[in-house]
């Protein structure tokens, strides 16, 4: 969709037709839509750290993610996919703040210069790592003997992003969600950025993409579970026009309900 943006006429025109706005809600969205994509497609979310682990995150969605967690204060965060461990850290650094919680870290490889890390980290206490598919049976049980009974228990996927993959994590990763807390399959801008030079280039499946992606596992997840809604988080905070989230996890907060 060509899209053409006028400082001087202080204009976002869309595909020829359409104008907003440059300085706009609209205006706003239409630029982080494609702020996304660029930013994607350079690895700016390659460039952070959080208390010395890398985290490749978009930070709105981990400041979110923090307004999340504080609301319910769960007594346990699981997390599919570790990587360099920022995620974990990040996790672990609210619930020492909160004075309540622990993470649990699943990895099929945990590498061994990341272990290392993350077991020499000052938070390492309040975190336990388990290696081994997300959807196997075995993972799956080794999860559960480290859950409390009467436990909050909140769940972030950020393992495979198939949609296959997303789909089971769901279907058996969401059995463990307290009601009222989340299950949040992130990474659905994956649905969108096959059309970046990037996808193109590392990702040969990623002509995909556009149905294999974590945001239609999730819609797909709820149509056939009644105890579940995609539900966005409020802003708990806000003196601004703009009432959506610059993410890249669309549609991404499963919400519990009964």
């Known amino acids: 969709m060509p899209i053409v943006i006028d400082e001087k006429t202080q204009e976002v025109v869309v595909d020829g037709g359409d104008r907003f706005p440059l300085y706009s809600k609209e205006g706003f969205r239409l630029l982080s839509d494609l702020w996304l994509k660029v930013g994607w497609d350079q690895k700016h979310l390659y460039t952070f ?10 930070p709105e969605d981990m400041i979110r993610m923090q307004e999340v967690i504080y609301t319910l204060k769960p ?3 699981i997390e599919t996919g570790i990587a360099h461990g920022g995620s974990l850290i990040f996790y672990a650094s609210l619930c020492k703040a909160m004075e309540k919680g622990r993470v649990i870290g699943v990895d099929i490889e945990i590498r061994p210069h990341n272990r290392k890390a993350i077991e020499a980290h000052e938070l390492f206490s309040y975190l336990t790592l388990i ?36 789909l089971k994590e769901l279907e058996l990763y969401s059995l463990l969600v307290t009601a009222g807390s989340y299950i949040v399959a992130t990474d659905g801008s994956q649905e969108y950025l096959n059309v970046t030079p990037r996808a193109q280039v590392q990702y040969p499946q990623c002509a995909t993409w556009g149905q294999n992606n974590p945001k239609r596992a999730a819609e797909d ?6 105890d579940f809604v995609i539900e966005e988080p409020k802003f708990l905070f806000s003196e601004s026009v703009v009432d959506f989230r ?9 919400k519990r309900v009964k």
């Open 131 to 166: 290696e081994g598919s997300s959807v196997s049976a075995k993972t799956i049980e080794t999860v559960r003997s480290h859950i409390k009974a009467g436990e909050k228990i909140l769940v972030i996927l950020d393992s495979c992003h198939d949609y296959a993959h997303v």
């Open 246 to 254: 610059i993410t890249h996890w669309p549609s991404a907060f499963i």
């Open 221 to 226: 997840f709820v149509k056939g579970n009644a």
């Open 75 to 77: 007594d346990v965060i």
């Open 49 to 58: 750290t959080w208390l010395g682990r890398p985290i490749i995150q978009n």
